[in-house]
């Protein structure tokens, strides 16, 4: 790694992605591995191609979605799509994450309501709201912040209660009782 950016010939990945069919799944792949390197040199060239390629999957979920919008893995990956540009745009500090976190969230919730003995897509729901929690804090929107871990909280005990054995369902379990927490002693 030359200064902290790819070498030209690494890059060659992200030539062959756009090369490739447009509805190729990898592209978020390859912004997760080039989110990676930007954490390794935290060079900013490496998080903005990764949000590139976050976009384009992005563009591509939102058509299939519109296309099908009774298929429930379409628009499921729709609100992927959209809280994986939520996140990373907060991180870059663009005050619109919340809107993708907040589209996700509504996305999710007519899912989860389709079908509420579905415990991931209960899961789901919490985790964008754990997200637009952190979005609203970070805008120091402490009230909403902390309504949004508290529906978070609420959604995962229920679903812990029905499957006491999820990792998954603890690890974030934890994460939204720390928010809380953090939440509820005076702003900084």
Not at 14 to 37: E, N
Not at 67 to 93: D, I
């Amino acid at each position: 790694m030359e200064g902290g950016k790819l070498p030209p010939a690494r890059l060659r990945s992200c030539r062959l992605c756009r090369a490739r069919s447009p509805v190729s799944a990898d592209l978020p792949y390859i912004g997760y591995a080039l989110w990676a390197i930007g954490d390794l040199t935290r060079d900013r060239s490496n998080y903005d191609a990764a949000f590139t390629h976050f976009a384009k999957s992005y563009e591509i979920a939102r058509a299939a979605a519109g296309a099908e919008p009774t298929n429930t893995q379409a628009q499921r990956s729709l609100a992927t799509s959209l809280s994986n540009l939520g996140e990373k745009e907060a991180f870059l500090g663009n005050p619109a994450a919340g809107d993708h976190n907040l589209e996700a969230l509504e996305v999710l919730q007519k899912i989860a309501d389709t079908d509420p003995a579905n415990l991931e897509g209960q899961r789901d729901v919490a985790e964008v709201q754990l997200l637009v929690s952190a979005a609203c804090r970070q805008l120091s929107e402490r009230d909403e912040a902390r309504t949004h871990s508290r529906i978070a909280a609420e959604i995962l005990e229920r679903v812990q209660q029905l499957d006491p054995a999820s990792a998954e369902t603890a690890t974030l379990l934890d994460r939204a009782r720390q928010q809380m927490k953090a939440l509820q002693s005076p702003a900084p």
